[in-house]
């Protein structure tokens, strides 16, 4: 049985597994990892029974047009066809899947991520041609479902598929959380057999990179935070100590060309004694890979060290706010005084940090922009990035937004500018979208042209030679965005 996993062609360099979907101007693509982790748990299965015949498209990172991406689907002629989605291309997905159930009617077409997770009918009421989704975790959903067509199953024994049957919609029940994630394959071995590792780029490690992810869900509260409230849940589950060293080994061993792991949990460190145990198991299996991971501002000094031991040379995390307040209004579980103490420890360990803010936070003003931008320039970070909030369906920010009347538009599309880089589709009482907009442009400018910064850059490539490649592509990129 033919299985075909696509991420489709939409915009070049479009990122539908980044938690805010979009051509960044850092140039970041992600790997499509939740789709590479169904492919290799069917690819697990198959090394036994030989039954599927599985190939990958991506086409933003194989910078395929549409048409390129849907000759080279007919010509593989699949049974089943998994679509990768997000919220800001849904429209151009359905229409491609649309298109391929015209030249192939016999062709099983399912809709994964987290969009259809957040509104599974909607979705499918988009258009007739989609023959199901699924809701959450679908690894195992897909392996299900391979064999429920093969063996020409009843749909309704699938958990965690939603589907289309004489033009009504069926809810199958939900899939199980997985519980167990040590008995998922490496996602490193899925990239090595069915991707091409150069294609990926993540503008603040080493090229080329890989991404992994240690754990699924989220423990904290944040109201905006896409993949706790649509996908994962904000159950924190786990891999072993063991099994995280194990696939940094298997990448050391069988991907030499990688010269940097990102770990791409929502929080990494949200339990820090295990951290440290992976610290102290890649020190003493001699493990030396660089790598980064997400934080949160409760990370403390000694875990941090331990970090920088075992390899890890970046931080990158959510500020959100330079407004206790504001923090306080999105859930974030984290003081202004906390960020401070953050960076002066991230600066102790000798970590860099790439952080963030979040511009239209509930009860937004001028006055909260500005103490926001003050802060970042205090903290003067490694990296730092400013962007709107953007509401997806399924979380609590999508939700106040539209209860509240702040939406200005209910067409998914126009999540993103017509470049594929973020936009902001909120007007609120004390800043409007142009506000917002604008002040994300302003503080990006101010914040990366002042003396102070440029100073601190100078002392990082006289310090660190080996840094300099990164920093002039991150040049090069900025004063393109500049222009």
């Given at each position: 049985?033919?299985?075909?996993?696509?991420n489709p062609s939409f915009k070049e360099?479009?990122?539908?597994?980044?938690?805010?979907?979009?051509?960044?101007?850092?140039?970041?693509?992600?790997?499509?990892?939740?789709?590479?982790?169904?492919?290799?748990?069917?690819?697990?299965?198959?090394?036994?029974?030989?039954?599927?015949?599985?190939?990958?498209?991506?086409?933003?990172?194989?910078?395929?047009?549409?048409?390129?991406?849907?000759?080279?689907?007919?010509?593989?002629?699949?049974?089943?066809?998994?679509?990768?989605?997000?919220?800001?291309?849904?429209?151009?997905?359905?229409?491609?899947?649309?298109?391929?159930?015209?030249?192939?009617?016999?062709?099983?077409?399912?809709?994964?991520?987290?969009?259809?997770?957040?509104?599974?009918?909607?979705?499918?009421?988009?258009?007739?041609?989609?023959?199901?989704?699924?809701?959450?975790?679908?690894?195992?959903?897909i392996k299900d479902l391979a064999y429920?067509?093969?063996?020409?199953?009843?749909?309704?024994?699938?958990?965690?598929?939603?589907?289309?049957?004489?033009?009504?919609?069926?809810?199958?029940?939900?899939?199980?959380?997985?519980?167990?994630?040590?008995?998922?394959?490496?996602?490193?071995?899925?990239?090595?057999?069915?991707?091409?590792?150069?294609?990926?780029?993540?503008?603040?490690?080493?090229?080329?990179?890989?991404?992994?992810?240690?754990?699924?869900?989220?423990?904290?509260?944040?109201?905006?935070?896409?993949?706790?409230?649509?996908?994962?849940?904000?159950?924190?589950?786990?891999?072993?100590?063991?099994?995280?060293?194990?696939?940094?080994?298997?990448?050391?061993?069988?991907?030499?060309?990688?010269?940097?792991?990102?770990?791409?949990?929502?929080?990494?460190?949200?339990?820090?004694?295990?951290?440290?145990?992976?610290?102290?198991?890649?020190?003493?299996?001699?493990?030396?890979?660089?790598?980064?991971?997400?934080?949160?501002?409760?990370?403390?000094?000694?875990?941090?060290?331990?970090?920088?031991?075992?390899?890890?040379?970046?931080?990158?995390?959510?500020?959100?706010?330079?407004?206790?307040?504001?923090?306080?209004?999105?859930?974030?579980?984290?003081?202004?005084?906390?960020?401070?103490?953050?960076?002066?420890?991230?600066?102790?360990?000798?970590?860099?940090?790439?952080?963030?803010?979040?511009?239209?936070?509930?009860?937004?003003?001028?006055?909260?922009?500005?103490?926001?931008?003050?802060?970042?320039?205090?903290?003067?970070?490694?990296?730092?990035?400013?962007?709107?909030?953007?509401?997806?369906?399924?979380?609590?920010?999508?939700?106040?937004?539209?209860?509240?009347?702040?939406?200005?538009?209910?067409?998914?599309?126009?999540?993103?500018?017509?470049?594929?880089?973020?936009?902001?589709?909120?007007?609120?009482?004390?800043?409007?979208?142009?506000?917002?907009?604008?002040?994300?442009?302003?503080?990006?400018?101010?914040?990366?042209?002042?003396?102070?910064?440029?100073?601190?850059?100078?002392?990082?490539?006289?310090?660190?030679?080996?840094?300099?490649?990164?920093?002039?592509?991150?040049?090069?990129?900025?004063?393109?965005?500049?222009?």
């Open positions: 049985m033919k299985v075909l996993f696509l360099k479009f990122s539908r597994t980044s938690r805010s979907p979009a051509v960044t101007r850092g140039g970041t693509i992600y790997f499509p990892f939740w789709l590479a982790y169904a492919v290799g748990v069917l690819d697990k299965e198959n090394k036994e029974k030989k039954i599927f015949d599985i190939k990958v498209i991506d086409g933003p990172a194989e910078k395929l047009s549409k048409e390129e991406t849907i000759k080279q689907i007919v010509n593989f002629t699949p049974e089943l066809l998994v679509v990768d989605t997000s919220t800001p291309s849904i429209y151009s997905d359905i229409k491609n899947a649309e298109k391929i159930k015209e030249l192939l009617p016999d062709t099983f077409i399912i809709l994964v991520g987290t969009h259809p997770s957040a509104v599974p009918e909607e979705t499918l009421k988009l258009s007739d041609k989609i023959d199901a989704v699924t809701k959450g975790e679908y690894d195992y959903t429920c067509l093969l063996n020409k199953g009843n749909l309704a024994s699938v958990n965690g598929v939603i589907f289309q049957k004489n033009k009504k919609i069926i809810f199958n029940p939900p899939r199980d959380l997985i519980e167990n994630l040590d008995d998922l394959p490496f996602a490193s071995e899925i990239y090595k057999k069915h991707f091409k590792i150069k294609n990926y780029f993540f503008a603040a490690s080493d090229y080329p990179m890989v991404m992994i992810i240690t754990g699924r869900g989220c423990p904290f509260r944040c109201f905006f935070c896409l993949y706790p409230q649509t996908f994962h849940s904000r159950r924190y589950r786990l891999r072993s100590a063991e099994s995280v060293v194990k696939e940094f080994e298997y990448i050391k061993n069988n991907l030499p060309e990688v010269k940097e792991i990102g770990i791409e949990d929502d929080t990494f460190t949200a339990d820090q004694e295990r951290v440290i145990k992976i610290c102290k198991l890649l020190i003493e299996k001699k493990i030396k890979l660089k790598w980064y991971c997400n934080v949160r501002a409760n990370l403390n000094l000694e875990t941090m060290q331990w970090m920088k031991k075992a390899g890890c040379h970046l931080l990158t995390i959510g500020f959100e706010s330079g407004n206790q307040k504001l923090l306080n209004n999105i859930k974030k579980g984290i003081t202004v005084e906390q960020i401070r103490q953050f960076v002066k420890d991230s600066k102790k360990a000798k970590l860099l940090v790439h952080g963030c803010f979040i511009i239209g936070n509930p009860e937004e003003t001028k006055e909260t922009m500005n103490e926001t931008l003050a802060l970042a320039k205090e903290l003067n970070c490694d990296s730092m990035q400013f962007y709107p909030l953007i509401p997806y369906p399924g979380t609590e920010a999508f939700a106040w937004a539209k209860e509240n009347g702040y939406l200005i538009t209910d067409k998914y599309n126009e999540w993103l500018k017509d470049d594929g880089t973020y936009n902001c589709v909120l007007n609120l009482p004390e800043v409007k979208r142009e506000d917002i907009l604008n002040f994300c442009d302003k503080a990006t400018k101010e914040y990366y042209l002042r003396s102070a910064y440029i100073l601190m850059k100078l002392k990082q490539v006289i310090t660190h030679p080996k840094e300099i490649k990164r920093l002039l592509i991150a040049a090069k990129t900025f004063f393109k965005y500049l222009k």
